[in-house]
């Protein structure tokens, strides 16, 4: 089966035109034109990027399978953590979201829960120990707030 | 007798407390890395960096104490080719074929202390190479116009995937991506291009955020397909039993192996693996039927060893004289220069001399002190090769976030290097090489700008680009290494394999 590569291919060959095509919209730098504008650049490397997938569409590469079913469900969970985790970090402060993103992450690649989450709550902790008191870099605290010396 | 001087003030600023602390710091680091599964130099290196900048360490300092986590990292992937034969990285895969028998003889201590003692000729050899030759080359460097660097960076992408790189076309896919994605900002005309009003992106993409997200997330994303996440077997290291006789045994194959490896590291398109490869079939043509390799001879630990360690110093010549790194983990280098506002290249040997020198002579402290780390505490890198993945690979990727995190201190930052990491668990299953992307990222604004120089020199005719003779050369190089592959390739990629038994994992 080929259509990993082609199917590649052909989203390449659509970025490379759009992107070919956003050079041409780019507005004249002040002060008049020169030999190399910001689009020159630009251009050339949508050509060189729509020709070398157009390769990949013609002497495409045996596709590697892709992990459906429950291996890739595990990956779309990785991922969702890992989105979850950029978006908590704020609000709910480094260390409750450390416990939970790492504590979530090792369950899920195997580890017995409560040890999982024991990981994440140490590993938690010491970094931000470490980051605020020896690196002096403030990491948020979020809801343990009430636990700020001052 | 210049260059001796420079590399006095050199050991004066490696030897400087602080940055022998960090050189010691890096190398067992480094060490740690290597020898951890799931951690690759430069994966390692690249979630050092933002660390390395929170600390608010000078330039010098910071570099020596990554060169020294690189030079450590040669060190560590020996470790889980000996004793378990899964090579740590490309290059150790040749360390296999004898440090395994080695092991299952139980002579494990032996085959590592040997590995540690041609690694570390190895490395030494190639650093005297690198001092030798770096002065020379910047000299000839400094001789380049912009048409001649805008040539010598396409033979950098062009020579990339290595004459044993599978499919030449997706290096040229994947250095197109990332030189698209360093066009992203503001450029030196001062005009937006590709930002879509989208404030964040003014700046330009940060190639750090990008770096780790490719390696250290799609990572933890390939650990997680191959439900690789229980440790290993506890490995047990019997008691050293070594001679100097077997040190002097070793000690022909090691410099052979050192040389080979500097020469093949400095060479575009050769690469550590072929480095390594070289001198172990070479060591075997020499010792010709008085060996036993393949069955446990310790010239056939100390020959690789050798020559991946030389491959890895003599990586840095190019990268430092010229700016063009030969290898995924000199690119992460070059992104942490770039970072300290230091631009590598001829001109870095007059205007950072301090740096440049101070790196080399900490090459080869680091030498010393890897060799003085390994021998004894080599038990200590052995137990941590039975830390599980599971817990492992999420705590490296907390250490990525936080170190993404405070460099700005905003979240968006961590949304992107999501991103990058999805996408480069999409290219390596596409078996897309990441390297050139990463390479784009930060060759991209200076490609750039020698073109727009070249051009602005010729006023506006093409040729320019091919006027001189040193241009035309480079352009053939180029297209060589993108066409030899398809040629040589096969033949050597199956000797490879007909010699290790396996096909080998892929990276560096």
Redesign the interface.
């Given at each position: 089966m080929t259509y990993?590569?082609r199917t590649?291919g052909i989203l390449?060959i659509v970025?490379?035109v759009a992107?070919g095509w956003?050079?041409t919209q780019?507005?004249a730098?002040?002060g008049g034109s020169?030999?190399?504008?910001?689009e020159?650049?630009?251009l050339l490397?949508?050509v060189?990027?729509g020709l070398?997938?157009l390769?990949?569409i013609v002497?495409p590469?045996p596709d590697?399978a892709?992990?459906w079913s429950r291996?890739g469900v595990?990956?779309v969970v990785?991922?969702v953590i890992?989105?979850l985790?950029?978006?908590l970090?704020?609000p709910l402060g480094?260390i409750l979201s450390?416990t939970l993103?790492?504590g979530t992450?090792?369950w899920?690649?195997?580890?017995a829960p409560v040890r999982a989450y024991l990981?994440?709550a140490a590993?938690?902790v010491v970094?931000f120990l470490v980051?605020n008191f020896a690196?002096d870099?403030a990491?948020p605290l979020g809801l343990l707030s009430f636990l700020e010396v001052s | 007798m210049e260059t001796l001087g420079f590399l006095i003030d050199g050991f004066g600023v490696a030897l400087a407390p602080q940055n022998l602390m960090f050189a010691l710091l890096g190398a067992f680091l480094g060490t740690l890395i290597g020898a951890l599964p799931g951690l690759g130099p430069a994966n390692g290196v690249a979630i050092l960096i933002p660390l390395a900048f929170t600390l608010g360490l000078p330039a010098e300092t910071a570099m020596i104490m990554l060169t020294a986590v690189y030079a450590g990292a040669m060190y560590g992937g020996r470790i889980s080719s000996i004793l378990l034969n899964i090579p740590g990285d490309e290059p150790a895969m040749m360390t296999c074929l004898d440090g395994y028998p080695m092991a299952q003889q139980g002579k494990a201590a032996e085959a590592l202390a040997i590995s540690a003692v041609a690694s570390f000729i190895g490395s030494l050899v190639a650093t005297i190479g690198l001092i030798l030759l770096a002065p020379l080359l910047a000299d000839f460097a400094l001789t380049f116009g912009p048409a001649e660097y805008f040539a010598l960076f396409l033979l950098a992408f062009a020579t990339l995937g290595g004459i044993t790189g599978k499919n030449p076309m997706k290096t040229v896919v994947a250095a197109a991506i990332g030189l698209m994605i360093a066009t992203v900002g503001i450029d030196n005309t001062g005009v937006q291009r590709y930002t879509f009003g989208v404030l964040e992106l003014y700046e330009g993409i940060d190639f750090i955020i990008a770096i780790v997200g490719l390696f250290a997330i799609s990572e933890l994303l390939f650990f997680i397909e191959e439900k690789a996440g229980g440790g290993k077997a506890k490995m047990m290291v019997n008691k050293l039993t070594l001679s100097w006789s077997d040190i002097r045994n070793i000690l022909p194959s090691s410099l052979r192996g050192g040389v080979l490896g500097f020469i093949a590291g400095v060479l575009p398109g050769a690469g550590a693996s072929l480095g390594s490869f070289i001198g172990y079939t070479l060591e075997k043509k020499i010792v010709g039927k008085k060996g036993y390799f393949g069955k446990g001879d310790p010239r056939g630990v100390a020959a690789p060893e050798a020559g991946n360690n030389g491959a890895s110093s003599g990586a840095l010549v190019p990268m430092l004289t010229l700016g063009v790194p030969g290898s995924g983990t000199t690119a992460v280098l070059l992104a942490l220069l770039i970072s300290l506002n230091i631009t590598p290249g001829p001109l870095m040997f007059t205007q950072h001399a301090d740096v440049v020198w101070g790196v080399i002579a900490a090459l080869l402290i680091g030498n010393f002190l890897l060799l003085v780390l390994n021998i004894p505490l080599v038990g200590i890198f052995v137990k941590l090769l039975s830390v599980p993945p599971m817990y492992l690979l999420p705590v490296v990727t907390m250490i990525a976030f936080v170190g993404i995190y405070s460099i700005s201190n905003t979240t968006f930052d961590l949304y992107f290097m999501v991103a990058f990491g999805v996408a480069g668990y999409l290219f390596r299953k596409l078996e897309i090489p990441l390297v050139p992307v990463i390479l784009g990222l930060l060759l991209g604004p200076e490609m750039e700008k020698n073109l727009r120089h070249a051009m602005d020199i010729g006023d506006g005719n093409w040729m320019v680009l091919w006027d001189s003779g040193l241009a035309i050369g480079l352009w053939v190089f180029a297209g060589m290494g993108l066409i030899l592959p398809y040629i040589v390739g096969p033949i050597l990629r199956r000797r490879m394999r007909v010699t290790t038994g396996t096909g080998g994992p892929e990276g560096d």
């Open positions: 990993n590569d590649f390449m970025l490379a992107y956003g050079a780019l507005p730098p002040f020169e030999a190399v504008g910001p020159t650049f630009p490397l949508s060189v990027l070398s997938s390769y990949m002497r590469d590697n892709w992990p291996t595990e990956l990785a991922v890992l989105v985790y950029a978006a970090l704020q480094f450390t993103a790492v992450l090792c899920r690649m195997g580890s990981t994440g590993s938690g970094v980051f690196l870099l990491l | -």
